[in-house]
């Protein structure tokens, strides 16, 4: 059973910058694609940055330029560097991986709170 465990959420000031990490237990080069979504309170889950395996990424038009998707196959972890963090990325991020051949995995989620 794959698992995907974030962390690295909390409180940050806007304009600060936090990074989020995603430990799976298994390697990532076996997922297609692995990426990040954020539900904010009454809002549906969005699409922030994806990650496919070839290394192509793609961003949210929100976040674009301001977060950066990466990750690191010796440690099978996912990073999401975010700056210039806003008020309205506060949010639950949720890890999100899913494998070759279909399945789709979730972590819990980790909360980021952007306020003064």
């Known amino acids: 059973q794959v698992q995907l465990v974030e962390s690295g959420g909390g409180l940050v000031q806007p304009g600060g910058s936090l990074r989020l990490s995603c430990a799976a237990s298994?390697?990532?080069?076996?997922?297609?694609?692995m990426g990040w979504y954020r539900q904010a309170y009454g809002k549906q889950r969005e699409l922030v940055a994806r990650?496919?395996?070839?290394?192509?990424?793609n961003y949210a038009d929100s976040v674009q330029g301001r977060f950066i998707i990466s990750r690191d196959g010796a440690k099978n972890t996912v990073y999401l560097q975010m700056n210039s963090l806003k008020s309205e990325d506060t949010a639950v991020y949720l890890c999100?991986?899913?494998?070759?051949?279909?399945?789709?995995?979730w972590g819990q989620g980790t909360q980021v709170t952007v306020s003064s």
């Open positions: 990650v496919i395996s070839g290394g192509s990424t």
């Open positions: 999100n991986g899913v494998h070759f051949g279909g399945a789709n995995y």
């Open positions: 298994g390697t990532i080069s076996s997922f297609a694609a």
